[in-house]
């Protein structure tokens, strides 16, 4: 006599646990003065946009350029997402505005760089 196959069913239940990350955090972006290709590009300045405080801060800025690096971070940017123009407002969403410098073209003499991410500490 032949045994017959019997099937069992088992049932798995997956939990999937939700990491956030709840501290508070800094990102910096750093202002450069476009030289190349003949020397080059110099940091001119840091801003920073805080968890904490929900503010746009300047960390440093070189004596020479910052009355034009402030002239710039008072204003609201723009960049192209494909064929869409996308306007970010410093003051209705710093956050986003800080995040999206690097994709805009900030001015004809100087640029900023992408974000750096670091956790605060108090």
Same mark, same amino acid.
């Given at each position: 006599?032949?045994?017959?196959? =019997? #099937? /069992?069913?088992? $049932? %798995?239940?997956?939990?999937?646990?939700?990491?956030?990350?709840? @501290?508070?955090?800094?990102?910096?972006?750093?202002?450069?003065?476009?030289?190349?290709?003949?020397?080059?590009?110099?940091?001119?300045?840091?801003?920073?946009?805080?968890? =904490? #405080? /929900?503010?746009? $801060? %300047?960390?440093?800025?070189?004596?020479?350029?910052?009355?034009? @690096?402030?002239?710039?971070?008072?204003?609201?940017?723009?960049?192209?997402?494909?064929?869409?123009?996308?306007?970010?407002?410093?003051?209705?969403?710093?956050?986003?505005?800080?995040?999206?410098?690097?994709?805009?073209?900030?001015?004809?003499?100087?640029?900023?760089?992408?974000?750096?991410?670091?956790?605060?500490?108090?």
């Amino acid at each position: 006599m032949a045994k017959t196959p =019997t #099937t /069992k069913t088992v $049932e %798995v239940s997956k939990t999937e646990e939700e990491v956030v990350d709840d @501290i508070p955090k800094r990102y910096y972006v750093n202002f450069y003065l476009k030289r190349e290709p003949i020397a080059k590009d110099e940091k001119v300045g840091t801003i920073f946009y805080s968890d =904490t #405080t /929900k503010s746009i $801060e %300047v960390e440093g800025l070189a004596p020479n350029h910052s009355s034009e @690096i402030e002239n710039l971070i008072l204003g609201d940017v723009w960049f192209m997402d494909g064929a869409k123009q996308i306007f970010v407002s410093r003051y209705e969403t710093p956050k986003d505005w800080l995040l999206s410098l690097y994709k805009s073209n900030v001015s004809n003499v100087f640029y900023a760089s992408e974000a750096k991410i670091s956790n605060e500490t108090e």
